[in-house]
């Protein structure tokens, strides 16, 4: 282990009234209290430990004569002294927000308010963006660093403020029910009983569902609901009627490899280690323990390794899952663990978890998503906070290190190929998905649009115009995928049980240095985060460091498993037989499920691709199905809101379990 001589911490404590981690909901139109009331209880979950309404009703005291402003917010305490609560308001009253997240900068943002004249009445960084908005305006998400969603009320200028973080780490909700009117949350199920009609689906969503096996698109896969996208903020003035919302977009990752560093390797090396400690040092801030989620890979495991230098690692807890795999997490995560010196707390899951729990991870999703580790962050969360309400993860490191198993496609003897033909390889391996063609021939007539299907399919052709394909290739991960299939699975399913997910690997100046360097650096001979692995040498065990993520080392490790219990005889293949196909009415049955079964076919069973495009494409529409009928073929305008029991976390250490 190695660590810096007199740096050793048993916690970095914050001196603020911060409360963070929580769900915000609102609104701006013609409903009551009780509808604000109940818009804001639909985030229980996220929020277990109180909550804080304000009601402004219609009149001259808010300058709109029909209609009313709601803000609503549910609070989970990481540090919960006086003076934190929301919807907090400036000391005029005029306005008012609701926060979601963690400001990492906010006491220079302070001091320096502090400087140009502004009186702050808390220690929290909620209060921060307040005084931020009263000298800044709009540009004050430009100074922020760190995680954040939030809505503010300004009475002055009869205005709604959203903003979103510049990765998309905490996701903001909205729907536009009629011209000046306005709802948004931290999730979709708020808005779902805000609606006047049942929930429908988004044709063009679901395409791209069914291409990528996640759906990117500002507009969500229900219609009428969209999410404001990472890096932007929106200006909603009711006034404006049908065009009240003006979205504009503050920030954006430059192209990758846009810098190429004026120093040797070891220089670049040793500048990453230092950014990545002050990256971890800032996410460590906190009144509660605060542990590690340790898959044993390298991003979590340097995750680990960073904070065993920043605080005392006697004080750290480490928390692994397993399912009995041949390349099962937990031997490597407890090689890190004991490497780092910190403890080790392992859970050993019975694979049959992935059906029982199916359900649950859908409706806490809100949307269908194909990944195979959903339900590993399901029960690594639901482990997590038997012990603990804050988890640093290693998410943000792939796409920043061209770490996935298609960049090395970019590479020789590859890339002597067209570039054309890698790109589509590339796709193909990074998606695992059909295409629009094959789509078509599975899909109902009434249900598919080939046109739509094929434009969809085109839409990341913007992405791609660049003099580097594999440059482009990380942007469009890092503006796509890594939204709504890495971050968006880690924000709902950790919150789901009340847990506060921290991504070191997002922050921005680290990421912003990490993403400028040239793809040399990070793919080098076949080995993928070459760079940052140099970085992480003097501080991981050897069976760390070089353990690769493809084959059957990788997520992709899971299918067989998730193959099983969807194969006829298995417990999700009720979601995917002829029958429940042929009653969904958007595939034809006959011919998805002989496609399916291909995979048992010579010819794709042994395909290096094939295989794992039929696997996954199972799993995509056993998603589709338990999503359309937890959200389709129930009105979720009615349906009761979940009051799911959250217990606290216990101090109790964890030996391996079994559950």
């Known amino acids: 282990m190695h660590r810096q001589d007199g740096f050793r911490r048993p916690a970095i404590p914050r001196q603020s009234a911060i409360i963070l981690m929580c769900g915000i909901a609102g609104f701006i139109g013609e409903w009551d209290a009780a509808r604000l009331n109940d818009l804001t209880d639909a985030l229980a979950h996220r929020g277990p430990d109180g909550r804080g309404v304000d009601f402004l009703p219609p009149g001259n005291a808010i300058g709109l004569p029909a209609s009313a402003v709601g803000l609503g917010h549910r609070r989970l305490s990481i540090i919960d002294v006086a003076g934190g609560a929301q919807p907090m308001w400036d000391a005029d009253h005029t306005a008012g927000l609701v926060f979601n997240g963690e400001i990492y900068n906010f006491r220079e943002l302070r001091k320096e308010l502090e400087a140009r004249g502004q009186r702050f009445s808390t220690h929290s960084d909620t209060e921060v963006i307040l005084h931020g908005w009263r000298v800044w305006g709009p540009r004050v998400v430009e100074r922020l660093e760190g995680m954040f969603a939030f809505g503010l009320w300004d009475t002055r200028t009869r205005s709604l403020f959203l903003a979103r973080d510049r990765h998309g780490i905490k996701p903001l909700y909205y729907s536009l029910p009629g011209p000046g009117q306005i709802v948004f949350a931290s999730e979709i199920r708020p808005l779902l009983r805000a609606a006047d009609r049942a929930a429908t689906m988004n044709r063009s969503a679901l395409y791209e569902y069914l291409l990528r096996g996640w759906s990117a698109q500002e507009s969500t896969v229900f219609s009428g609901i969209q999410q404001l996208q990472p890096g932007c903020f929106m200006q909603f003035d009711p006034a404006k009627g049908a065009g009240a919302a003006n979205i504009e977009r503050y920030w954006r990752l430059q192209r990758p490899g846009s810098a190429a560093p004026a120093a040797s390797a070891d220089e670049v090396a040793d500048t990453l280690r230092t950014l990545f400690d002050n990256a971890?040092?800032?996410?460590?801030?906190?009144?509660?323990?605060?542990?590690?989620?340790?898959?044993?890979?390298?991003?979590?495991?340097?995750?680990?390794?960073?904070?065993?230098?920043?605080?005392?690692?006697?004080?750290?807890?480490?928390?692994?899952?397993?399912?009995?795999?041949?390349?099962?997490?937990?031997?490597?995560?407890?090689?890190?663990?004991?490497?780092?010196?910190?403890?080790?707390?392992?859970?050993?899951?019975?694979?049959?978890?992935?059906?029982?729990?199916?359900?649950?991870?859908?409706?806490?999703?809100?949307?269908?998503?194909?990944?195979?580790?959903?339900?590993?962050?399901?029960?690594?969360?639901?482990?997590?906070?038997?012990?603990?309400?804050?988890?640093?993860?290693?998410?943000?490191?792939?796409?920043?290190?061209?770490?996935?198993?298609?960049?090395?496609?970019?590479?020789?003897?590859?890339?002597?190929?067209?570039?054309?033909?890698?790109?589509?390889?590339?796709?193909?391996?990074?998606?695992?998905?059909?295409?629009?063609?094959?789509?078509?021939?599975?899909?109902?007539?009434?249900?598919?649009?080939?046109?739509?299907?094929?434009?969809?399919?085109?839409?990341?052709?913007?992405?791609?115009?660049?003099?580097?394909?594999?440059?482009?290739?990380?942007?469009?991960?890092?503006?796509?995928?890594?939204?709504?299939?890495?971050?968006?699975?880690?924000?709902?399913?950790?919150?789901?049980?009340?847990?506060?997910?921290?991504?070191?690997?997002?922050?921005?100046?680290?990421?912003?240095?990490?993403?400028?360097?040239?793809?040399?650096?990070?793919?080098?001979?076949?080995?993928?985060?070459?760079?940052?692995?140099?970085?992480?040498?003097?501080?991981?065990?050897?069976?760390?460091?070089?353990?690769?993520?493809?084959?059957?080392?990788?997520?992709?490790?899971?299918?067989?498993?998730?193959?099983?219990?969807?194969?006829?005889?298995?417990?999700?293949?009720?979601?995917?037989?002829?029958?429940?196909?042929?009653?969904?009415?958007?595939?034809?049955?006959?011919?998805?499920?002989?496609?399916?079964?291909?995979?048992?076919?010579?010819?794709?069973?042994?395909?290096?691709?094939?295989?794992?495009?039929?696997?996954?494409?199972?799993?995509?529409?056993?998603?589709?199905?338990?999503?359309?009928?937890?959200?389709?073929?129930?009105?979720?305008?009615?349906?009761?809101?979940?009051?799911?029991?959250?217990?606290?976390?216990?101090?109790?250490?964890?030996?391996?379990?079994?559950?």
């Open 280 to 659: 971890v040092s800032s996410h460590l801030v906190a009144d509660v323990e605060v542990g590690v989620l340790l898959s044993g890979g390298l991003d979590s495991s340097a995750v680990a390794a960073s904070m065993a230098r920043l605080v005392d690692p006697s004080s750290i807890q480490a928390f692994t899952i397993g399912f009995g795999l041949p390349d099962d997490e937990i031997p490597f995560a407890r090689s890190a663990a004991s490497h780092c010196g910190i403890s080790s707390n392992e859970l050993l899951v019975d694979p049959s978890v992935f059906s029982s729990g199916f359900t649950d991870c859908i409706e806490s999703l809100e949307e269908p998503i194909a990944h195979p580790v959903m339900q590993t962050t399901w029960q690594a969360a639901k482990f997590v906070r038997q012990n603990v309400k804050v988890a640093l993860l290693g998410e943000g490191s792939d796409e920043l290190f061209a770490g996935y198993p298609h960049y090395r496609l970019f590479g020789p003897p590859f890339s002597l190929l067209p570039r054309r033909l890698v790109r589509k390889y590339a796709l193909d391996v990074m998606c695992l998905m059909p295409g629009s063609r094959t789509l078509a021939r599975l899909m109902t007539p009434g249900s598919c649009q080939p046109d739509a299907l094929e434009a969809i399919e085109r839409r990341i052709q913007p992405w791609f115009g660049g003099d580097d394909d594999a440059d482009d290739m990380l942007r469009f991960e890092a503006e796509t995928a890594l939204v709504q299939n890495q971050l968006m699975r880690v924000d709902k399913l950790t919150m789901a049980h009340s847990i506060e997910a921290r991504v070191p690997f997002l922050d921005k100046a680290f990421a912003e240095y990490a993403n400028a360097l040239p793809f040399g650096l990070k793919t080098e001979k076949g080995v993928a985060k070459a760079i940052f692995r140099k970085a992480m040498q003097s501080r991981l065990p050897p069976d760390v460091l070089h353990r690769p993520k493809s084959g059957k080392k990788g997520t992709q490790a899971l299918l067989p498993m998730i193959n099983a219990l969807l194969a006829p005889g298995g417990p999700l293949h009720h979601l995917i037989d002829e029958k429940s196909i042929a009653a969904r009415g958007l595939f034809d049955p006959k011919a998805t499920r002989d496609w399916i079964d291909g995979m048992g076919s010579p010819a794709v069973r042994h395909h290096p691709i094939e295989s794992r495009r039929r696997a996954k494409f199972a799993l995509a529409l056993a998603a589709l199905e338990q999503w359309c009928r937890l959200y389709l073929d129930v009105d979720r305008r009615t349906s009761p809101v979940e009051t799911r029991h959250i217990p606290e976390p216990s101090s109790a250490r964890h030996s391996p379990n079994v559950l």
